[in-house]
């Protein structure tokens, strides 16, 4: 058996990794070509992931162009523990305010520490929402990998 397939993590792994994680880096293409890389919160919603971000912002602009994106959530230090989901995916820009607002929220329950805090948070996310896009990400590719399945041998 490779490396590779011993390394994959199941659909239900990734799941798990997915709810676990804080920061996802999401790459989009900018105009010139090139690789436009953001860290990024996310809410894990099934298979899909949500975020908002300013409706200004170059990869709001980047994703207007193209609706496409590679979004990268890793963890561990030393070789032996890496861990990540690498995927590939359509993006769906949501503009409607309520929907954003609701991603806002979702953001600020998971984020915000408690439930005082993501209360007391409501009003910031209906002053933020106008200024601010929705971002479904659908995996259309996903690669994952936990190096910890290995046992510490290469």
Known sequence: MSRRT???????????????????????????????????????????????????????????????????VEDGESYEELRGVSMECDVELVEDGEQVALIGTELMRRYGGNQEVATAATQFVRLQAPKRVGLVYTPTDVVSWDHRKLGGTY
């Open 6 to 72: 011993q390394i994959r993590m199941t659909p239900e792994e990734v799941t798990a990794f997915l709810a676990e994680g804080r920061v996802a880096s999401v790459a989009t293409i900018g105009p010139n070509g090139r690789p436009h890389v953001v860290p990024l919160w996310y809410v894990p919603r099934g298979s899909t992931l949500v975020t908002w971000t300013y409706g200004s912002s170059q990869k709001a602009k980047n994703l207007r162009r193209l609706a496409q994106a590679t979004v990268l």
